[in-house]
């Protein structure tokens, strides 16, 4: 009886015009964790969460950095987790997946960082204006730009297989109908590309320029006073086939353009794209890049390289670069191969995969039979930091597309052709006369090639013509060495001097 009337009276009241006020309550009731002798819930826990938002945010750094190899950027993540979030903390488990995730997971916020890092519809209107603008203004100038399009069916996820050597750039670029491509060089650039760029040209890419992970390569040649920018694209995607395509343009715009050697770092996708366009060329690996690529695996904690030992091994490598001789490389390989560093499966893996494939490009001897006098993209590197620090670092609100073309166009490029000139005009005898005891020959040249050879005029009459040998490429000689400050360290009889010009007739 009171029941009912209750629920009358309830019912009443929820149907008239004051309601009373209610609210919605669940109750779950869970038993405790002793209870589950039979189910692994400590395996589900770990593999069951998501990946934590700072290793998100440090693959997003990563990725705008250019680093898009799932490999790469899980190596990077374990130290970052175990000397940065949890340097001095009790670390979390390898099998922790908000910590440590998997190969699968870290492609994909790589996918998502790239996607979403990609140039604005609104960003590509503003350059193509920029574009119109700069052909009316610069008419003698090249540029081209077409913006990126992705197709109506673009998958959106990548392959399933956990391969961490799955490419990323190389999966998303073929979702696209066409990927966005900026090329850009002015009269002036185009001068230096002829007149220096058909010997050794320097190809190397930047990052980090704008809000969007794309990379600016900058073509580089060396001229007689430093080292000048010839050619500049940006390209969606670091792949080879979107760096063929931007290299392809600069050859149409000057067919003539066939360098002998091109100085990149060890980037395969830079590597393929030039044996593809330019197959004439021999491709060279700079030194510097090849000795920071060196320092850093070897102190890499992984890679079980004690730590006083590893200027012993640097040495090793360091003997078979700088091998004069195929005699000499010979020697020394066979010295890393009966050092107890060989019994390090991973030293003995890296050198043998990684690095004897490609001796051609960075092994001394092959330099000294091609006559290549640059050996290192350090000019190139230069560009790149001057860019960087004293233009884009200073820059204000978006660093975006546009405003990175409008830097390096209006700014940059104007300003390094100005500081070219002023040096070409400060050694000219037009603007200062020369000491007399500098001989008419060395007169407007650059001041390094003066002090080189003045220094050594008083060293060259003590050689007598028995003192020089033939090498069997024309203009390339030996020497032998009267004196030498390094004779201590054995073996050095000759020299070696490349003559341009110079026949052995």
């Known amino acids: ?134 052909e009316r203004e610069e008419p003698t100038s090249k540029v081209l730009f077409r913006p990126y399009c992705y197709t109506s069916e673009a998958k959106t996820t990548i392959p399933e297989a956990d391969d961490d050597q799955i490419n990323v750039e190389e999966t998303l670029a073929k979702q696209c109908d066409r990927t966005l491509l900026f090329c850009y060089q002015s009269r ?164 043998e995969t990684q690095w004897m494939p490609a001796a051609k490009m960075w092994v001394q001897y092959h330099r000294m039979k091609f006559g290549v006098v640059v050996t290192t993209n350090n000019g190139t590197e230069t560009q790149n930091r001057i860019l960087k620090e004293h233009y884009l670092r200073w820059s204000h609100g978006r660093r975006s597309l546009s405003s990175l073309i409008t830097v390096v166009m209006k700014k940059f490029l104007p300003e390094r052709q100005s500081v070219f000139i002023q040096q070409n005009v400060e050694r000219s005898a037009m603007y200062r006369k020369y000491h007399e005891y500098v001989p008419k020959y060395l007169h407007n040249r650059p001041p390094k090639v003066i002090r080189h050879i003045m220094a050594r005029i008083n060293t060259a009459l003590d050689y007598e013509p028995e003192d020089v040998a033939v090498f069997t490429e024309p203009g390339v000689f030996f020497c032998e060495v009267k004196q030498s400050r390094l004779a201590t360290h054995g073996k050095l009889p000759y020299t070696t001097v490349y003559l341009p010009g110079f026949s052995s007739t």
């Open 1 to 134: 009886m009171l029941k009912s009337a209750a629920l009358t009276n309830l019912s009443q009241q929820l149907n008239g015009d004051n309601p009373p006020r209610s609210e919605m309550r669940l109750y779950v009731t869970i038993t405790k964790m002793s209870c589950h002798t039979e189910h692994d819930f400590g395996n589900f826990m770990k593999y069951g969460q998501t990946v934590d938002h700072s290793i998100i945010e440090r693959i997003n750094d990563l990725v705008q950095e250019g680093i898009t190899s799932v490999h790469e950027v899980k190596t990077c993540l374990r130290y970052y987790v175990q000397d940065v979030l949890f340097n001095g903390k009790e670390k979390p488990d390898l099998d922790c997946r908000a910590f440590y995730p998997t190969s699968k997971d870290i492609r994909n916020h790589i996918q998502e960082s790239l996607r979403q890092g990609r140039c604005s519809n609104l960003d590509q209107e503003n350059v193509a204006m920029l574009v119109s603008a700069l």
């Open 188 to 351: 002036f650039m185009a001068e230096l590309l002829k007149q220096y760029g058909n010997n050794v040209t320097c190809l190397d890419a930047t990052n980090k320029t704008t809000d969007y992970s794309l990379p600016l390569f900058f073509l580089v040649v060396k001229t007689p006073t430093n080292y000048m920018v010839a050619g500049v694209f940006v390209v969606q995607y670091e792949t080879s086939a979107c760096i063929s395509e931007a290299l392809s343009v600069f050859k149409s715009w000057d067919p003539e353009y066939l360098p002998k050697y091109f100085m990149v770092d060890f980037r395969q996708a830079e590597i393929s794209a030039i044996s593809e366009v330019f197959p004439q060329s021999e491709v060279m690996l700079c030194n510097f890049h090849r000795e920071q690529a060196w320092e850093r695996w070897v102190k890499k904690k992984e890679n079980d390289v004690p730590p006083d030992q590893k200027d012993a091994l640097l040495g090793l490598f360091r003997k078979i670069a700088n091998s004069s001789r195929r005699k000499e490389f010979d020697e020394a390989y066979k010295c890393l191969k009966n050092s107890v560093f060989w019994r390090n499966d991973k030293v003995a893996s890296y050198f």
